[in-house]
């Protein structure tokens, strides 16, 4: 079982291994591609299709998002729209609050699909 354990800025301890962002996919943790996403987007406030994808897959009841500790990372209505005709539940926290909002889903046997930015 996956489980977030600390998230200070730019970093966030996942199952004791320190990453600067991830996503958490069914139980495996991803590191971001911020080469890929700075090379798209000039930035890495952004979800690439191919995150997006991800979010969806392994039939999750939620995505979870942490949008940044300001909360600079957004959703385009797309991917909103794409989330709810799969039906999966989405919510976006600040990344402040994810540490307790994930675990605490985990805990009442939710299966949570995660992207976590730690910036901004």
Known sequence: MVKIEKISWGKVKVNNKDYHQVLIIGGEVLERDKIKLETLFGTTHKIGEWEQELLLSKNPDIILIASGWSGILKLDEEFKNLVARHGVELRVVLTP????????????????????HTTC
Do not use: F, Q
């Open 97 to 116: 609050e994810v540490v307790k909002k994930y675990n605490h889903l985990i805990a009442e046997g939710k299966k949570v699909n995660c992207l976590i």
